[in-house]
């Protein structure tokens, strides 16, 4: 499973007395994007923040790029990027601020964090609220810059949880082309959306997922 | 710029990453954030400084206008008000991280586990520190007190005492951030364990004010330090499971 960039068996989690994945079992290659359908409380959500390691499984064994998830987290955490619905954005900190704290935790010096936090805005199109705090963004303007923030991180593998949710029409263009590029870039992408004509078009392999479980796709 | 360019522009995923920094590195890098938030909400500064006055103020008029009584506690008065503001100001600190999952997004960065505990916890001492600072002339004053050590000791007994709590007060807040009734929890976690804190500043403050004849300063101030060595130590132990674990 070298070239995985991710396989899991028999991943289970439980909240409470609902299992929210059940017996989950599937891997993917490096490289390949893959489609996660279902509906709302299928468990998307919930296999994405286990790929990333934001939560652990109840059960079952899970490895990401080629490290197991319960030996070694930070490992995994330094190539994987996650597009939550939270923004992990700091409200009453700016738009380069937020992008610079990140920029300085994965290990670049000030004036790299400064440059990059830059261009990141400049390609998520907020160049000119570089110095405008978060709290007075519209909930488009946040998703624009989570995906900066995610970029920001260059991951090897990508998890977009609703790219396209809270975006105008251009920006939903703009997502998709975003999207394309980290594809074109080989970056692994995991892509979960309810939007699933846009979702096909983006990748190669689907997984659709019914109360925690694989099942075959209709559409 | 066309897709094409943009693809050609952008890193590829295989370029080396820079090296993450290490704890101390890290620890400053959060530290900063901390203080740049509480910068850009001074509101919230302000409130912390107006409660522990008005707290300081409050212990003085339920006591009555007997000046022997208020100088005799005034030490108390004065941790009492630092205590209580404590609350504030650590819950505040974690309500930010809260507010977009803001903490999550740290783990995930990654940022070290131990270096957003020092963060939380060194940003909290200064915070406390200071309202120590303007608290204390004020007391002198409002309590009619007499400085008979040095001020310099006083400073630092605030210091370690505001270590104390800022170091028990963050692992606290941390367990208590995701609870519905925080800031309910948060004192009945905090405040049992502050006990010997409490007692320690309160008698080495006292010995600044009304003098050390016993010679039992150090013996309080080593009480303090060995508090210090214990919360600061489980927290760093003990504060990256917990934020794993929320």
Redesign the interface.
Known sequence: MADAAFHIVDVSKRYGPRWALARLTFSLERGKSLLLTGHNGSGKTTLLKILATAMSPTLGKLTVLGHDCHEGREPIREKVGLLSHASFLYEDLTAAQNLVVLARLIGMTDGEADATADAMLTRVGLAKRRDHPVRQFSAGMRKRLAVGRLLLKRPELALLDEPFGELDPQGIGEMEKLIAELAAQGTTLVLATHLVDQGKALTTERLHLEEGRRVEARA | MT?AE??AQ??????A?????GLFA?TV??LR?DL??EW??RARLNALVFFGICTLLMFSFALGANAMALREHASGYFWLAILFASVLSLSESFR?EQ????L????????NGRAIFLAKAIGNTVLLWGLGAVLAPLSIAVFDLRVVMSLFTLAFIMLVGSMAISAAGTFYASIASNARARDVLLPILLFPVLVPVLIAAVKATTMVFEGDPMNQMESWLTLLGSLNVIYWGLGLVLFPRII?DL
């Not at chain 2, 952008?10 to 370029?15: G, L």
């Not at chain 2, 990453?17 to 920094?21: A, F, K, L, S, T």
């Open positions: 897709p943009t693809v952008a890193p590829a995923v295989t370029t990453r820079p090296v993450r920094p890290c890098i959060l954030k740049l938030l850009r909400t930010v507010e977009n999952h803001s999550d997004g740290l783990r995930l960065a990654p940022a794993e």
